[in-house]
């Protein structure tokens, strides 16, 4: 058995959720886990064509309109030559972004799967308005799809800033990479107030060693991080000080990584991504999983 038991697949028969299907049952076969593939209408789409238009009881038109999602759902996935079993095929109602969450919390999934969006002329990613507050709303690991090739990772990025979702995704990291073959890079960034001090008052050579304090206490810190989560001896680690959005996806590029991992912090109000998470999102070019932590409630 691998590092999931159970993954769900959000898709809308574009081609961008082609990749995200791919990737999932590409998972799905690598762990020998359960794959669900789920497909959302809005209720107001159903309810529409059958029940206005032809006099038709609103839930009989639910009910019609699921059976045929389902039944197209199913014969776009035969198509792309993936076998599933009976019962694979969910089809739900509601608000895309919330009901996904909602129906991988109640399957107790261990990831959800969805596709990055579309691509511009420009080559730049557009990112889904679901999947971006997909990513905001979820109790649990987002895998976001960038990469039209649906195979395994051979470079994996795990970003850490020493909080919990940072031990859960150097956790998840660790076990893709293995699960895959692939080779581990540790990335932290830490804050540098620059080379210049920000007073003519202040003695350089002073401000030299305060650059070097904050670094070496990174140093330390990420050490005792990584002792405490399985160790260092399988992993590249890279100590930077900047911007840590530009320094996650510069460092994936330079190494051509397959997969980034990092944590981003719930807001109790579900409003907020931050920073960090939507530009990696936004601008990596590799598949990303975001790994959530609890909401604050402050």
Do not use: N
């Amino acid at each position: 058995m691998g590092i999931m038991t159970h993954i769900l697949v959000a898709v809308d028969r574009s081609e961008a959720s082609e990749a995200a299907l791919l990737t999932a049952a590409r998972l799905a076969r690598r762990d020998e886990a359960r794959l669900t593939v789920l497909h959302i209408v809005d209720q107001e789409t159903a309810r529409l064509p059958w029940g206005r238009l032809l006099g038709i009881d609103p839930v009989e038109a639910e009910l019609r309109v699921k059976r045929e999602r389902a039944a197209e759902v199913v014969t776009w996935i035969a198509e792309r030559g993936i076998e599933l079993p009976r019962g694979a095929v969910r089809v739900e109602f509601g608000w895309p972004p919330r009901r996904i969450a909602q129906v991988a919390d109640e399957l107790r999934c261990d990831q959800v799967v969805v596709s990055g969006g579309r691509h511009t002329g420009l080559g730049r990613l557009l990112l889904g308005s679901t999947t971006d507050r997909l990513v905001r709303l979820s109790h649990l690991p987002v895998r976001v799809v960038k990469s039209a090739v649906a195979s395994r990772a051979r470079r994996v990025l795990v970003a850490v800033d020493f909080d919990e979702a940072s031990s859960t995704a150097l956790d998840l990291g660790r076990k893709a990479a293995a699960a895959d073959g692939a080779e581990l890079t540790v990335l932290h960034c830490y804050a540098d107030p620059g080379e210049a001090p920000p007073l003519s008052t202040l003695d350089p050579s002073e401000w030299g060693r305060y650059r070097t304090s904050l670094r070496t206490d990174a140093d330390s810190r990420l050490k005792a991080f990584l002792a405490a989560s399985g160790g260092e001896d399988d992993v590249t680690v890279i100590l930077v000080a900047g911007d840590p959005a530009t320094a996650i996806v510069r460092h994936a590029e330079a190494m051509d990584a397959d997969l980034v991992v990092l944590g981003h912090r719930r807001h109790a109000w579900e409003r907020f991504l931050g920073w960090t998470s939507e530009h990696v999102l936004r601008a990596a070019r590799c598949d990303v999983v975001v790994v959530p932590i609890p909401a604050l409630l402050a």
